[in-house]
């Protein structure tokens, strides 16, 4: 946004009419939309369209009407405020996902990442009496650390720490985008490659279904047939060979030695010595 006209004012004061009715008109009450517009003119130069989309996201959670000056502060960036104890408190618990102690991605300062080193097992494991005792210890070393980083004339600077959860770490990241701790180049270098569960469970389906079709293709060109199935019993068609009337049975010369003996001497043939035939 080069320039924050009037008719982006006008454009601004009509989101909010939509989205605060009766709260915006009791706000503005004796106040007219062309002098409101020309106040939000006159201090809103300067403001990126980030900045400006910045405003409009919070504009869309509010439950009160902001003044001309409130929405320019919801406008501004964070990253050159240091955050309060509490606010850094609000942010560093989501860190780690409660009973599990699962590390969940978060946007935040070095002084809060080391605060909250000191209290993260009360945080993980621990009740609400043990989150309580949590905060209690990370307020403190936040403000210590705070105090020191000020006196050495330090503005904040918000690293990204990652956690497992892919749609989390999204999320997390471009929450961070419109609070105003990272700009929309370092969201857009985080972003980088990093997928949904869905989206990599997509494209996990479409190389499948890639690599089928291939196969498919290369054994139609060398004229391969689909794997037997092992698994599966196989039915062996029986040959004429192996067909035997019971007129040629003869028994097993070892199991049905006597029968075995008495069909040979039947057929005057000799018995073979390994069974008990003469010399």
Not at 135 to 147: D, G, P, Q
Not at 155 to 174: C, E, H, M, T
Not at 219 to 240: G, H, S, T
Request: aromatic share 10%; net charge negative; hydrophobic share 40%.
């Amino acid at each position: 946004m080069r320039e924050f006209t009037y008719e982006n004012a006008m454009t601004l004061i009509g989101k909010m009419r939509v989205r605060l009715g009766k709260k915006f008109s009791d706000q503005w009450a004796g106040v007219t939309p062309r002098e409101l517009a020309n106040a939000m003119v006159e201090d809103y130069q300067g403001l990126t369209q980030d900045d400006f989309n910045r405003g409009i996201e919070k504009l869309k959670k509010a439950i009160f009407a902001p003044t001309v000056s409130e929405f320019k502060e919801w406008c501004e960036p964070k990253a050159d405020v240091w955050l309060d104890a509490h606010e850094a408190w609000a942010i560093a618990k989501q860190s780690v996902e409660f009973g599990t102690g699962r590390e969940m991605t978060v946007i935040w300062t070095e002084q809060a990442a080391k605060a909250f080193e000191k209290c993260v097992d009360l945080v993980s494991t621990g009740d609400k009496f043990q989150l309580a005792e949590a905060k209690k210890i990370f307020v403190s070393i936040y403000e210590r650390l705070v105090a020191e980083a000020k006196d050495q004339g330090l503005k904040p600077f918000y690293n990204v720490s990652l956690g497992a959860d892919p749609d989390q770490r999204i999320s997390a990241i471009k929450q961070a985008e419109v609070a105003g701790f990272l700009t929309t180049e370092q969201t857009a270098l985080q972003l980088e490659h990093k997928q949904t569960q869905a989206e990599i469970k997509a494209d996990a389906d479409s190389y499948k279904t890639t690599a089928q079709k291939a196969i498919a293709e290369l054994r139609e060109k060398l004229k391969i047939q689909a794997p037997v199935n092992k698994m599966v019993d196989e039915i062996k068609e029986v040959q004429p060979w192996e067909l035997k009337p019971d007129t040629d049975y003869w028994p097993d010369p070892f199991d049905q030695k006597e029968q075995y003996i008495e069909m040979h001497k039947a057929d005057n043939k000799k018995v073979p010595l390994a069974v008990g035939g003469g010399v």
